[in-house]
């Protein structure tokens, strides 16, 4: 198509970001203009053909069950103390750092000044962007690099919507993003966004409003911002491997702050174009990221209770933005995850807490009120769950995450792993019997000799995503 704007393509892509460095020494994207973003290879959608896309996602859903949830009882904001009271959550919280501290003290492996210091580390992009995430960041650049097109004598950019759901799946996923999907917001999928940010103690809510806004009160969605545009962030699968040690906690920082760095730049470069595009500073306060994802078919719904890719398995952060952006929404996918879960059930035996249900089919009856109705599935007893976060000094556990079969990767020529979940996918009835093979625990694996590891940027290799 024709571009819609006075400016040349070469200006308007040094304004996005996006244009060549043409410099050997310094890294440059593949693009000259966005014609050439929207037919890259990494704007389609590729998945194996074993992988089906299907109208509902394999989990099934009852939107008249389901309210806007209150992100306040997420137990790292006020759930965890409604749960257990007050009085034992600050108990358990002293203990914890206590604990931290003489770990640290006794150099226990896995839970060193240098392990906990990774993790640390590995958190402040994220932590240092999520006052300013809603709006966008507004970098202190001269004028014209930061206002919107409808400031100059240039009309916004246009394309139709399958052209901008291909053009910000190639920016998305330069700028960092594994696999990026899009979700239509609905009287139903609005659901999915909280009623409450528990982070900052404002109201999220929808109005008839052209622009969005915030106060101290509430942060304000445009009805007409009715795009969500999901993506993931990879989290190294060897570093998830010391799960529970402090030093896994580096996997998981790095995936929020990876995100945050994508969200940023997603936000950037849409609001060059000329439309709005809000988020949360990637803390997932906005609303269910892993349930866009699976309605984005990025992946399946799991015995985790969270969203399985089918290529890194649980080995994924999600992450959203909304935007006013027409967008073309992606499907959902059916790779056999959910239907293997009633098999499986790894993650379960391997909760030190009790948390994760053994039941053989899902359910629709909630745990707590840290659950929100309306999804047949296996609800989590999180109390349980961040009670032994507590107990190993504050940090997360990660076992339900590194011991999940699709969380394994193909090291060799061989391929064993994805032929695996080619079969998962097609052939349920080989189920138990790769249930029964995948004998390798997927954690606990030795801290020390992880500092000599020669381990790729961020922990993994990067191939192809969806």
Known sequence: MNYHTTLSKKTLMNLLGLASTGDSGTAATPYHDLDEVKSSPAAGR?????????????????????????????????GFAQAVGPDNAMKLGGHAAEKSKQSILNQEPGFTLRDKALGAGGWVT????????FLGPGFNVPAEFCAIPEDFSYPRYEGTPEENTRMVRAAAKIYGAASVGVVELDENTRKLIYSHDGWDGRDWEFEDVDKAYENKKKKVIPYKAQWVIVFTVRMSQPTMALAPSALEEAATSMGYSEGTSVQLRLQQFITRLGYQCLADGNMGTS???PGFGVLAGLGELSRLNRMISPRWGPMVRVFKVITDLPLAPTKPIDAGIFRFCRTCKKCAEFCPTNALSMETEPSWEVQGPWNNPGIKTYYEKAPNCFSGWLSLGGHDCGICLASCPFSKQDRSFIHIHDFVRQVIATTPAFNGMFHKLDTDPGFGKNPEAWWELDLPPHGYNNTQGM
């Open 126 to 133: 994220s932590l240092l962007t999520a006052e300013r995430a």
């Open 287 to 289: 609303g269910n990221s």
């Open 46 to 78: 590729k998945t194996p053909r074993w992988i089906k896309e299907v109208d509902k996602p394999t989990v099934e859903i009852d939107w008249s069950r389901m309210e806007r949830f209150n992100c306040s009882n997420i137990m790292f904001n006020d």
